[in-house]
């Protein structure tokens, strides 16, 4: 689960924000700060992976926040600053923001809209969760240079973010992500598990699929235990 901290003096926008991030599958906001000053501490106890800032907050030195945030290695290598503006398009060019960017590469800048945020948000959140399966498939010995792999990847995220486990109705959702046919998708998701069975460590496959002695991995004993891993450790 990746854990949202708030950052924004208005409450009906922080509402708003914080339903548009809810809905997003895998993501919870934690906390809204509406008016604080010691927002660092926040971070810090709070722990978030994602914090949106609204840069236009009053009493609230924007920089010397920054800063703080960007000299502390924890948070630095750990959270993602998502900032935005109430007056984005119009200041874009100011200095406040052109210093931003220059010097806080790991802070992201957009609009102010919940949409444009959610979106954002929904990408880190894809990345993470794709990070997370890959990792996964690479201790069962897949490698990322079969095309099925990959497949097999979008095959255990649709399957959480749908919470299905109908290897047809992966398929036919992945073909039409992808534009091609059913049977490519089915036969390469195949080849790629077949191939890290043929090079893999039998005795430790078997042990992370909690396979029988004599069982060989399937598509659905990867898809079914990997999405079990992930979603016990979220």
């Not at 990746?2 to 906390?31: F, T, Y």
């Not at 009493?59 to 920054?66: A, K, P, T, V």
């Not at 923001?97 to 979106?119: A, D, H, P, W, Y």
Request: hydrophobic content about 40%; aromatic content about 6%; overall charge positive.
């Amino acid at each position: 689960m990746i854990r949202v901290l708030i950052v924004e003096a208005d409450m009906n926008k922080s509402i708003q924000l914080s339903n548009a991030i809810n809905s997003i599958h895998g993501v919870q906001v934690i906390s809204i700060i509406n008016n604080i000053t010691d927002i660092y501490n926040k971070i810090k106890f709070l722990r978030p992976k994602i914090v949106t800032l609204n840069l236009g907050m009053k009493n609230i030195e924007i920089m010397s926040l920054l800063k703080k945030i960007i000299l502390d290695k924890e948070i630095k290598d750990n959270v993602h600053i998502l900032a935005y503006t109430e007056n984005f398009n119009e200041v874009s060019e100011s200095a406040k923001l052109k210093t931003i960017k220059r010097n806080f590469e790991n802070i992201q800048i957009c609009g102010e809209t919940s949409i444009e945020i959610s979106r954002i948000i929904k990408e880190i959140s894809n990345k993470e969760l794709a990070n997370k399966i890959l990792d996964q498939l690479f201790e069962l010995g897949f490698t990322i240079t079969k095309k099925g792999t990959k497949l097999l990847e979008e095959c255990i995220k649709i399957s959480i973010e749908n919470e299905t486990e109908n290897l047809k109705v992966l398929y036919e959702e992945i073909a039409k992500r992808e534009k091609i046919k059913i049977y490519t998708v089915k036969s390469d998701i195949q080849v790629s598990v077949n191939s890290m069975w043929n090079s893999a460590d039998k005795e430790n496959v078997r042990k992370i699929l909690r396979l029988g002695k004599y069982e060989n991995p399937t598509v659905k004993s990867v898809v079914s235990m990997i999405k079990y891993y992930i979603e016990r450790n979220a």
